[in-house]
């Protein structure tokens, strides 16, 4: 059964940093394709990260890209979001999910088992 859970929400002054873990149970993180997504208030969920189990890459929505820094650690089947330089407008829940695709795509109709996000709330 394909579970996933991410945690490490909480709030944070603008500029600040925090990293979010998402455990993964019922697949390896190693190789799949996992993702980052979140969702604000009133707007769409919109991809952040995707680490791609096809080519081993990392790839970043243009919003976050230099600020944030994706990783896995198979051993503890644990995905992370290193969120740096944080700003009011990265208050969201954010999701993990696990690709049906070996690509990245921040398309979430090719993601499942979402699972409950975390709420991070940066203030001005």
């Known amino acids: 059964d394909v579970q996933l859970q991410a945690s490490g929400g909480g709030l944070v002054q603008a500029g600040g940093s925090l990293r979010l873990s998402c455990a993964a149970s019922?697949?390896?993180?190693?190789?799949?394709?996992v993702a980052w997504f979140r969702q604000a208030p009133g707007k769409e969920r919109e991809g952040v990260s995707c680490?791609?189990?096809?080519?081993?890459?990392?790839y970043y929505a243009q919003s976050v890209k230099g600020r944030f820094t994706a990783s896995t650690d198979n051993a503890k089947n644990l995905v992370y979001l290193q969120m740096n330089s944080l700003k009011p407008e990265d208050t969201a829940n954010y999701y993990c999910?696990?690709?049906?695709?070996?690509?990245?795509?921040?398309?979430?109709?090719?993601?499942?088992?979402w699972g409950r996000g975390t709420l991070v709330t940066v203030s001005s």
């Open positions: 999910a696990v690709s049906v695709e070996e690509f990245c795509t921040f398309y979430t109709g090719s993601y499942r088992n």
């Open positions: 680490i791609s189990s096809s080519d081993a890459k990392t």
């Open positions: 019922g697949f390896t993180v190693d190789d799949s394709t």
